[in-house]
């Protein structure tokens, strides 16, 4: 069973930045994509950003896209967020999601396997 865990979240001020990070374990070779969603109180799991691990390809959220990084380090089945100039509309549990396939897939329902989430609280 694949297990993700998350990590690196925390309290920051609008403007900062946090890092945050997924270790996969027991990970198949049959999952090929990764992808980072949040989910703020009161709403829907929004779609962030998402790498296939290999040959890397990425594709973010238009709320994110260049303030936010998605990258992996393969060696150790660990996948990143860089998240920069950070704003309080960002603040929300994020969470780690892998999935058996190839493809920019904004439906979370599509992933097959998730973090525990780790909370990220952006203050203004």
């Known amino acids: 069973q694949v297990r993700l865990v998350e990590s690196g979240g925390g309290l920051v001020q609008a403007g900062g930045s946090l890092r945050l990070s997924c270790a996969a374990s027991?990970?198949?070779?049959?999952?090929?994509?990764m992808a980072w969603f949040r989910q703020a109180p009161g709403r829907e799991r929004d779609f962030v950003a998402t790498?296939?691990?290999?040959?890397?390809?990425?594709y973010y959220a238009d709320s994110v896209k260049g303030r936010f990084t998605i990258s992996r380090d393969n060696a150790k089945n660990t996948v990143y967020l860089q998240m920069n100039s950070l704003k309080s509309e960002d603040s929300a549990v994020y969470y780690c999601?892998?999935?058996?396939?190839?493809?920019?897939?904004?439906?979370?329902?599509?992933?097959?396997?998730w973090g525990q989430g780790t909370q990220v609280t952006v203050s203004s």
């Open positions: 999601a892998a999935r058996n396939g190839i493809g920019v897939v904004y439906n979370g329902a599509l992933y097959n396997y």
């Open positions: 027991e990970l198949t070779s049959s999952v090929k994509t």
């Open positions: 790498i296939t691990w290999s040959p890397g390809f990425t």
